[in-house]
Nanobody, 123 residues
Framework: QVQLVESGGGLVQAGGSLRLSCAAS????????MGWFRQAPGKEREFLAG????????YYADSVKGRITISRDNAKNTVYLQMNSLKLEDTAVYYC????????????????WGQGTQVTVSS
């Protein structure tokens, strides 16, 4: 069992930056690949980035590539999402998720989810 808690969301002006954190409970965190997703009102959950259990493999969605960076610290049971050059369309609830095998782009492949953290980008 893995419990995930996101933090770091908030209100930011367009062009600004945020770093989201996802803290995991449980001693098996390092066995899980991790992903970040977001969901805007009326839209489907969107894959943003994934990272393998070791951090050796990283994947980004084309829509955000170049503006975000995913990383993890297994000693701290935490995965991060650094977001730069934020745009109005980045406004959404951001979720982290854990997958036992690979950091797939499909939400249904993940075993555990956090409750989400709201990111609002203003003009």
């Amino acid at each position: 069992q893995v419990q995930l808690v996101e933090s770091g969301g908030g209100l930011v002006q367009a062009g600004g930056s945020l770093r989201l954190s996802c803290a995991a409970s449980g001693r098996t965190f390092s066995r899980y690949a991790m992903g970040w997703f977001r969901q805007a009102p009326g839209k489907e959950r969107e894959f943003l980035a994934g990272i393998s259990w070791s951090g050796g493999s990283i994947y980004y969605a084309d829509s955000v590539k170049g503006r975000i960076t995913i990383s993890r610290d297994n000693a701290k049971n935490t995965v991060y999402l650094q977001m730069n050059s934020l745009k109005l369309e980045d406004t959404a609830v951001y979720y982290c998720a854990a997958a036992l095998w690979i950091a797939d782009t499909r939400p249904e492949e993940y075993d555990y989810w956090g409750q989400g953290t709201q990111v609002t980008v203003s003009s």
